[in-house]
Every structure is written in C-alpha cells, then in structure tokens.
Nanobody, 114 residues
Framework: QVQLVESGGGLVQPGGSLRLSCVAS????????MGWYRQVPGKQRELVAT??????NYADSVKGRFTISRDNAKKMVYLEMNSLKPEDTAVYYC?????????WGQGTQVTVSS
C-alpha cells in the first residue's frame, strides 16, 4: 500500500517562497512518475509539475518560478515555489503513478495573500 504525506504549506505574501515536501511509504521506484497538483474550490485539479527519474514537466503558469525535485533514497518529492502570486493559492496534492494507479496525499493548503 502506498501512502503520501505532504507538508510545508502555509500563508505567504506575494513574491514570497515556500517549499513543499512529500514523503512516500510503500514500493516507490525511481521510474515511477511523481508530481504535484493543485486545486481550488469549484475547479478541477490541475497539474503543477511532474518528475520521473530525470525528466521534469511544468505547467506553463509555474515555469521559471517552481522547481520540482526528488530524493529516491528517501522516497521524497519536493516543490520549491518562488515568486508566488495570489493565483497560486490552492490545496497542493502530491501524486505518484504506479502502473495504472494514481495515489494521492491529503493535500496541503498554500495561501498567497498580503
């Protein structure tokens, strides 16, 4: 059984930075794609960034501001978020794809506001 637990969310002013972390338990391998998604009330969950062993992928809205990374030995994935904007406010979810299955964390709230 795979479980994901996020941490690092909070309230930050526009232009500020936050680092989200996600730790996985269970059988996670370096070839499994891990990623971050976000969701605001009334909208669909959207991709923020994904990473497999070496390839990263970003939503256009976060390119140049967010950086995804992973530590396979620790089974962790990170999201470094810089130059945050109010429109980045959302619940951020950690995700891992194993075969045809998607696993999700419980989410962590990020609020960008002055």
């Amino acid at each position: 059984q795979v479980q994901l637990v996020e941490s690092g969310g909070g309230l930050v002013q526009p232009g500020g930075s936050l680092r989200l972390s996600c730790v996985a338990s269970g059988s996670i391998f370096r070839q499994n794609v891990m990623g971050w998604y976000r969701q605001v009330p009334g909208k669909q969950r959207e991709l923020v960034a994904t990473i497999n062993s070496i390839i990263t992928n970003y939503a256009d809205s976060v390119k140049g501001r967010f950086t995804i990374s992973r530590d396979n030995a620790k089974k962790m994935v990170y999201l470094e978020m810089n130059s945050l904007k109010p429109e980045d406010t959302a619940v951020y979810y950690c995700n891992v794809k194993i075969g045809n299955l998607n696993y999700w964390g419980q989410g962590t709230q990020v609020t960008v506001s002055s």
